[in-house]
Nanobody, 124 residues
Framework: VQLQASGGGFVQAGGSLRLSCAAS????????MGWFRQAPGKERDFVAA????????WYTDSVKGRFTISRDNAKNTVMLQMNSLKPEDTAVYYC??????????????????WGQGTLVTVSS
């Protein structure tokens, strides 16, 4: 599978952005899909993940209630809706696909394919 992330940009604090991750093949019932982010000088951190059938989602605590991960099966696309953005959300955001187990969805090592990243900048 190949992944193409898009939708990043510049937004003021409190604003919204919608990231998309287009896959080259079906991901429904095939891959766990995740979003990670990496700020300058920091490690790549988990943001959100969606189970193979879409029945389960996972979020890091700092984005719960603000971000929503979802999938458009017809378009083989996974989205990350980001609301109430904060300056600390500024980072390059990466989507990823994997055959990971539940205990590993929050770790980059659980994913075998990564998109190229899209930059999100939130000004105060």
């Amino acid at each position: 599978v190949q992944l193409q992330a898009s939708g990043g940009g510049f937004v003021q604090a409190g604003g919204s952005l919608r990231l998309s991750c287009a896959a080259s093949e079906r991901t429904y019932n095939k891959y766990v899909m995740g979003w990670f982010r990496q700020a300058p000088g920091k490690e790549r951190d988990f943001v959100a993940a969606l189970s193979r059938n879409g029945g389960s989602t996972w979020y890091t605590d700092s984005v719960k209630g603000r971000f929503t991960i979802s999938r458009d099966n017809a378009k083989n696309t996974v989205m990350l809706q980001m609301n109430s953005l904060k300056p600390e959300d500024t980072a390059v955001y990466y989507c990823a696909a994997g055959n990971t187990i539940v205990s590993q969805v929050r770790y980059p090592s659980g994913y075998h394919t990564w998109g190229q990243g899209t930059l999100v900048t939130v000004s105060s």
